[in-house]
């Protein structure tokens, strides 16, 4: 995999939430802007699951634009004239941040001895980032879908390092339905035989194939059924008429085939593993005594960070409810909060796509 | 000083009225211009509630702290007393129960200013009288079958409530055709009225 433009290396070890530490961590980022001399105007991007640091610059493997492109650049909604935006490979990851296809320090891949991490030991990384990169308060924190989570947990566990803190899409905990798809995605990898209880990093064959079907059963959970109705309907594929066979004869078949087989080019398997499994374990809440209120008390009124909240009507992997949630546990713990549900048709993925509402939201409240 | 200029009559008295550096929670905040000129001119630090999200989305542009929400299920999250004024202009008459809404505006604030449209004005009960049929006027301009308006109120229907549920009226306010006329005959003469409560 290409080399990431910036790697630190973590001068102590980073404490995980599963009792365990790495030595020598190290995460990999891309920033985009100038930071101002008082180091005033960092904001932090985080990044979804299969995301990465590549934010606005081209990903080095795929060739593709960053994958928030058209919210961050000069004169965007995130203006990174203003702004000097700053975007890290989660650890677990495999774009540049150690995860399980790193070395251990035996020299050999860590695969599945490297530990379990959490939401909030990705939230650790990132913050012994902002420490190495003399960063004391961010303008901003921001993230949607598991960026959204990191975003939270950060103002959860750090409430002092980010005066704002935007989280789209996303939700403080995973319900039984989202560990209950992830686990779908973990079993295909696991079932596949070159998974090899993921000691395949020697081999010439990795687990494409199990990869591949937990990207499509996931991306399927990223889309409004309107929306695949509306792109795929019930068309055909290159042919007029149904095959009575098993090949990709509808469009939407076709469709997830690609999504599934274009992801194993730029994504571990193992990493898969490690961070549906971090999603799985989030729960804020229960981080801080089972109440939610009290994972903000450091936000009330007058001191802290300015949240919001923003969700979509037709986002069914988290939906507004998980938001609102949110946003009430705020409102009990007395934080500045705002919150909009958006309409938008193409669920959870639409806080990636063009809903000019969203361009308004995000640059009124990282200006305002 | 808060610029009141640009404000409907009832909220440019409740921005003269609040005092400089309170918390205020703004119920049915609309596009968050109250909230703009108290935060402004007064250092208030300033909440909403908004049930329309485009006019959310321009409370956010404009930096407010403002939650899509509805009044009627959303209030009951804010912990008790955390607020000093309780804002509900224009609002208590789309309410599901106006007197539990009452009850929790001074459960959330210390107190509250309460504005809504007098429907015992002389106009509207001349509507009602010589056609037969519910007012539409400037004020309240939708028909009785669009109107978010579902619970018809009169002044005096206000300062009944307000003696039923042990709440004390401080100060009140009356307001015909834009601009503030005295309380005589205020049940007649008044188009909508302000009321400033307290537990």
Redesign the interface.
């Known amino acids: 995999m290409a080399a990431p433009s910036h790697t630190y290396t973590l001068p102590q070890p980073l404490p995980l939430d599963g009792g365990q530490a790495i030595e020598g961590a190290a995460i990999a980022y891309e920033t985009y802007g100038e930071l101002a001399a008082d180091k005033s105007n960092a904001i932090l991007v985080c990044h979804a699951l299969t995301g990465d640091q590549y934010l606005a610059s081209p990903h080095p493997v795929t060739g593709k634009p960053g994958w928030w492109e058209r919210m961050v650049g000069p004169g965007k909604p995130i203006d990174t004239s203003r702004y000097h935006v700053i975007c890290a490979n989660v650890i677990g990851s495999c774009m540049g941040s150690t995860g399980p296809a790193s070395a251990a320090p035996d020299g050999k891949p860590w695969a599945m001895r490297f530990p379990v991490i959490t939401v909030r030991d990705m939230v650790r990384g990132l913050v012994a980032l902002l420490d190495g990169l003399g960063i004391e308060r961010l303008h901003a924190v921001v993230g949607g879908s598991m960026g959204g989570m990191q975003a939270l947990s950060l103002a959860a566990n750090f409430p002092e390092r980010a005066a704002r803190v935007l989280a789209i899409a996303t939700t403080a905990r995973h319900s039984a339905q989202n560990i209950a798809f992830h686990e779908v995605g973990r079993q295909a990898i696991m079932a596949d035989p070159n998974w090899r209880d993921g000691d395949y990093y020697g081999h010439d064959t990795a687990p494409d194939a199990g990869l591949a079907v937990a990207r499509m059963a996931a991306h399927i959970t990223y889309l409004s059924e309107a929306g695949l109705t509306e792109k795929f309907g019930r068309r055909l594929q290159d042919r007029d008429a149904k095959s009575f066979g098993f090949d990709a004869d509808f469009q939407v078949e076709s469709y997830l085939r690609y999504q599934g087989s274009g992801f194993t080019r730029r994504f571990d398997a193992n990493s898969y593993l490690y961070i549906t499994r971090a999603m799985d374990y989030l729960d804020i809440a229960e981080e801080h005594g089972g109440k939610l209120a009290d994972a903000f008390a450091g936000h009330a ?2 001191k802290g960070a ?3 909240l923003v969700s979509f009507d037709t986002d069914w992997l988290y939906p507004t409810s998980e938001s ?1 949630h949110v ?2 546990a705020l ?2 713990a ?1 934080a ?8 938008a048709p193409f669920g959870h993925d639409s806080f990636l796509l063009d809903v000019p ?1 969203l361009d ?2 995000v ?3 990282l ?2 | 000083m808060v610029d009141a200029s640009t404000l409907r009559p009832d909220l440019a008295v409740i921005a003269r009225q609040v005092p400089a550096g309170v918390r205020v929670l703004d119920i049915g905040c609309g596009d968050g211009a109250l909230m703009a000129a108290l935060r402004d001119g007064k250092q208030v630090d300033a909440r909403g509630i908004e049930i329309d999200g485009a006019l959310v989305e321009r409370c956010v542009a404009r930096g407010l702290s403002v939650v899509q929400g509805d009044a009627d299920r959303d209030l009951a999250f804010y912990p008790d007393g955390a607020f000093d004024v309780a804002i509900l202009s224009q609002t208590l008459q789309t309410a599901a129960r106006p007197d539990k809404m009452l009850a929790e505006l001074l459960r959330v604030g210390r107190r509250a200013f309460v504005s809504f449209p007098n429907f015992a004005y002389w106009r509207m009960r001349w509507a009602l009288l010589s056609r037969g049929r519910m007012p539409v006027t400037r004020h309240l301009p939708v028909t009785w079958y669009e109107t978010e308006n579902i619970h018809h109120m009169t002044v005096r229907d206000f300062e009944e409530l307000a003696r039923d549920l042990g709440i004390a009226i401080e100060n009140r306010w009356f307001f015909t055709r834009e601009r503030e006329i005295g309380p005589s005959g205020a049940n007649w003469r008044a188009e909508y009225a302000l009321f400033e409560v307290r537990r």
């Open positions: 009124m007058g300015r949240f919001c609102r946003v009430h409102n009990a007395g500045p909060v705002s919150f909009v549900e958006l309409s509402p308004r939201v640059k009124g409240f200006d305002g």
